[in-house]
Structures are given as C-alpha cells and as structure tokens.
C-alpha cells in the first residue's frame, strides 16, 4: 500500500495511514492499494461491506458506480491484448471529499502512466485524478481496438494467400474475445455516463462536463468493437468460400486427370483381353505402336485441357 499527498501534481510519501483519515490543508491523498490492504483500510474509510465485498470476489465485476454517504465506490476495466487473447483489469476506486483509493489484483499500466499527468497538470483534488484515469483507460481502448483490427487484416491476408486449419480456431476465437468484451462495454459505458449526467456531489459540477467527450469516445469504442464482430462473420464466410474453392480446385484436377486416363483404359482393356485371333498381338511393333498411340492421345488432351484452363 502506498500513500501520497497529492498537491499540485507533487507526490508527497505519508509513512502513517492515520494521517490520511483529516483532510489536508491542500491537495488529496491518493492510496494505491491491494485487495489484502481492505482490511485495514476499511473500518478506518468506512468502506462499504458490498463494495468491500465485490473488490474481494473471486468473480469478474462488471463495471458500475455506487453511492455511499461518505464515498463513491466505482468499478472500471482495464484492457489488455496480447494478440491471442483480449484481458480485463478491475480498477476498484473509493473516492471520497479528500481522498480516493485504488484497488486493484494486478498490475494496470494507467495507473503508472497517470503520475506524470498529474505533475504536468498541477492537479490537487481526488475527482480531477478519477476524471483523468477514465480518460486514461478509455483511451487505451482505442489502442487495443488499433491491435485487434491489424490482427483482423493479417488474418484475411494470411487467408487469401494460403488458407489454413488453424485459421477457423483463430477467427473463433477472436470472436468470442470480441463478443464477450462487448458484452462489457455496456455497462462501463453507463458508468461514463452516469459521472456525465447524475449530480454527484463529489465531483466539480464544471468536471463533470468533460466526462461527457470520454462518454463519447465510450459510444464510438462501443461501435467500432461491433465493427469488429461484423468483420469476424465476414472473415468466417471468406474462410468457408475459400475451403471450398480448394475443393472444387482439387476435384477439378482430380476430375481432369481421370478424364486423361479413361480412354487409356480403355486401350488397355481392349489389349488385355485372351483373344487368340488379335493380329496386332504378334505383330513385331504392335507394342510399341499402342504406346506412343497412348502417349500422344494422353498428351494430347492434357493441352487440350490446359489450354482450356481445366488444369
């Protein structure tokens, strides 16, 4: 757990936890905390036993807001995507009139990109940081759908060019990453817009206004992710079309083959059978004949067909 008296963007360390319970003469505290360090923090907070709770479950919490009388315990994803699988990070945040604390079970990188935008910005109060960490972690969004659509394009690429097994358990498995994060995205986006529209005493009434633009950008990520979910049904038809154009390409071949063979069969049929009145069975080039007939008729419909592009 670590504890900071944030004042003008300068992190100040605060070694005793009893110093953060009285507001400050300026600036906020900021506690960065793990899920272990809410038993101490709660009855000094007086967190709420459900907020308590969801932050302890072993669940995934869907994200939300909840007003308490003394804080508001609000519930954000993070999103992380390594190109096979799409991962979401739980940022648990108690914000209250001169403190907010963050709880996660991992690492999340916002909350270490946003240290030097709180410097840069001179920012001293708990609701501005809460404002920019949404704006951080929406933003990231972007970034990942960014990755999510390069892998979609590499994959219809790869497709075209050489069509492989492996490619269906990767298209269905990119769209069950998209569809179970959309089914997540409702909810973060009410939550946006909730610290947009409801009066919440602990935010600035002049703040609140800009989680409108990160409301906008919640309904854009919304949109493009429901793009991405149409594109993967296309990637799926283009996998399917493209299988079966192999077959046909191959049946085709196999087709044109048996067709070459079907009167050197019959040839042969004619030769091999027992007859004992065939001249052409003691004639001196009667074998040698029948080949080169077998030959040329053999190459003969292989141009044919080649020139035909059957083959």
């Not at 072993?58 to 190109?83: A, C, G, L, T, W």
């Not at 209250?96 to 240290?115: C, D, N, P, W």
């Not at 009066?199 to 793009?227: C, G, H, P, W």
Request: glycine content about 4%.
């Amino acid at each position: 757990m670590k504890i900071r008296l944030v004042n003008n963007g300068v992190f100040i360390p605060v070694d005793d936890i009893q110093q953060a319970l009285t507001p400050p003469a300026e600036g906020f505290y900021w506690i960065d905390a793990d899920v272990d360090d809410l038993a101490v923090l709660q009855p000094l907070f007086m967190m709420h036993d459900l907020a308590v709770e969801d932050c302890l479950s072993d669940e995934e919490q869907r994200p939300k807001i909840e007003i308490y009388e003394s804080h508001y315990f609000i519930v954000i994803n993070s999103i992380r995507f390594d190109d096979e699988e799409i991962f979401l990070r739980a940022v648990n945040l108690f914000l209250g009139r001169h403190f907010i604390i963050s709880v996660t079970k991992q690492k999340v990188s916002e909350l270490r990109t946003l240290k030097p935008i709180l410097w840069e910005q001179e920012i001293s109060t708990p609701d501005k940081l809460l404002y920019l960490l949404v704006d951080l972690i929406v933003d990231n969004y972007f970034t990942v759908g960014d990755r999510i659509e390069a892998r979609i394009e590499k994959l219809e690429e790869d497709i075209l060019m050489h069509t492989k097994k492996s490619h269906l358990n990767e298209i269905i498995g990119l769209r069950s990453e998209i569809l179970w994060l959309k089914k997540v995205l409702g909810p973060q986006k009410e939550v946006i817009n909730t610290l947009n529209k409801k009066d919440l005493r602990l935010i600035d009434d002049q703040l609140q206004k800009y989680f409108s633009d990160i409301y906008e950008n919640a309904v854009k990520i919304s949109e493009t992710f429901e793009t991405y979910r149409d594109l993967m049904g296309n990637l799926r038809e283009a996998y399917q079309s493209s299988i079966a154009n192999r077959a046909n390409e191959i049946m085709r071949v196999f087709t044109a083959i048996t067709t070459v063979f079907m009167p050197l069969t019959v040839i042969t049929g004619i030769y091999g059978m027992n007859f004992t009145n065939m001249p052409e069975l003691d004639w001196k080039y009667g074998y040698f004949v029948v080949i080169g007939l077998m030959v040329t008729l053999g190459l003969s419909m292989f141009f044919i067909f080649r020139k035909k592009d059957w083959v």
